[in-house]
């Protein structure tokens, strides 16, 4: 039976184990130690997406690819493995909160750190779309406050199409109020549903709330479709900006330059 949690102390390819950080949808993240005792973020994935050899070769283009992103707004991708019988990536570890923590626990931006994170994520995700890349999960908890600025996190590798979509239900994992409805509704992932998620991360970070709610699912759903967003307390340019960017139709959406 396959371990699906690992303890400190525990090797992984080569890495120590020291302690968990998380666990999401694609696998769980742990601060882990290399072979030289530096500290670095290995994320296991679950075995569903390192089943077949189709998934991991994937796995394997897609890291390399993410290796050619260059930008100090993206973390850095170090290693990976796809050969044995589970997969990890090994990532730069990145030192500080989430901005979900920050807004939370110190409340929302002014206008200046605003758009410093407006600015720098929209590079980084420049950056990740010339790569032929989607990160595919953009929301507060996958964004650090790191020192230099915003480092966006966890891309959402290994997510086939195929493995990611909820057949049942028609839309792909995710957060809810951080999707897109175009995904929602059954469209591929693509780098509108990512710039998506950057308008709603703003939007998060300006208001302190998540811009669609959080519950219940189904309500939170219909204002995503609708476009019903909460930005109460932002600024009039700043609304009018971002509830463009979060029209529900994608061909009518303000642009990210024009949000900036």
């Known amino acids: 039976m396959e371990r699906s949690e690992r303890t400190p102390g525990d090797d992984v390819g080569g890495y120590t184990i020291v302690r968990p950080l998380g666990t999401g949808a694609t696998g769980t993240v742990y601060v882990a130690e ?19 050899p189709d998934s991991r070769d994937r796995l394997l283009r897609e890291v390399a690819a993410m290796r050619k992103v260059r930008d100090d707004a993206f973390v850095t991708v170090l290693d990976a493995e796809a050969d044995g019988h589970e997969a990890f990536i090994v990532m730069e570890l990145v030192d500080g909160p989430s901005l979900e923590d920050e807004v939370l626990g110190g409340g929302p931006f002014d206008a200046e750190d605003l758009l410093e994170l407006a600015e720098k994520l929209a590079r980084a995700l420049r950056s990740v779309h010339a790569a032929g890349l989607v990160h595919r999960d953009v929301k507060p908890s996958n964004i650090l406050l790191a020192e230099h600025g915003p480092v966006l996190i966890d891309f959402g590798i290994a997510q086939a199409t195929a493995d990611s979509r909820l057949t049942s239900h028609g839309f792909v994992m995710g957060t809810p109020g951080y999707l897109a409805p175009e995904l929602l509704d059954g469209a591929e992932p693509s780098p509108a549903g990512d710039w998506w998620g950057w308008a ?8 302190g709330r998540a811009p669609f709610g959080v519950r219940p699912l189904e309500a939170v759903l219909g204002r995503v479709r609708a476009g019903e967003v909460d930005l109460a307390g932002a600024g009039t340019l700043t609304a009018e900006a971002l509830r463009g960017a979060l029209d529900p139709d994608p061909a009518r959406r303000t642009s990210p330059g024009e949000v900036i």
């Open 34 to 52: 290399d072979g030289g005792g530096a500290q670095v973020a290995l994320k296991v994935l679950h075995p569903a997406y390192a089943a077949t």
């Open 200 to 207: 709603a991360a703003l939007a998060f970070a300006v208001t």
